[in-house]
């Protein structure tokens, strides 16, 4: 395959992944992720090298930052460092920045942080929804990339599938305790 039909071909799959992503409404979440890849240039090697964003939750970015003197340097500098984020990203994506406490890796999983199991990571799709998630996926001929979409797709449901539960039992329970 020449190096056009190649360049071509990914250009398709960056377009239907663009596509799968706007159609599901997530395509705010994905220009905010970019927030990872220019970290590094955003804040400089220094600060690259003592803090790393592990999360967004919303639209604040959450980052691990290895000591408490560099938690409260960042702090001062968080509204510097919010508004080249922005910058870098082309527009005000991110609202704000939660520092946390932890040794950061370059990976940006944080050392020796064990965390919880989630409701949604305990959430069972029925047949039906994972049905559902392999027919829109379905058409894609890379088969690592359609992998991926679907486990994309199926946490996606397992997050929106427990939110739902939590709050009908929520709302359950508040029926109950006003009777």
Not at 26 to 37: N, P
Not at 125 to 131: F, R
């Amino acid at each position: 395959m020449s190096r056009s039909n190649r360049s071509r071909n990914i250009d398709g799959v960056g377009a239907v992944i663009g596509k799968l992503f706007q159609q599901r409404g997530m395509e705010d979440k994905m220009r905010r992720y970019r927030a990872w890849q220019l970290w590094d240039k955003v804040v400089g090697p220094q600060i690259a090298a003592r803090a790393r964003p592990s999360r967004m939750r919303d639209n604040t970015l959450e980052v691990w930052v290895d000591h408490a003197v560099w938690m409260q340097q960042l702090q001062l500098m968080k509204p510097k460092i919010l508004a080249r984020l922005n910058t870098a990203l082309g527009e005000d994506l991110i609202q704000d920045i939660y520092l946390r406490r932890g040794r950061p890796r370059k990976d940006n999983a944080p050392v020796a942080v064990k965390a919880p199991v989630l409701r949604w990571q305990k959430t069972q799709l029925s047949a039906g929804e994972e049905e559902q998630i392999s027919r829109a996926v379905a058409s894609l001929s890379d088969e690592g990339l359609r992998q991926g979409l679907q486990r994309l797709f199926r946490r996606q449901a397992q997050v929106n599938k427990a939110r739902k539960e939590s709050q009908n039992s929520s709302s359950e329970g508040g029926t109950e305790n006003k009777a």
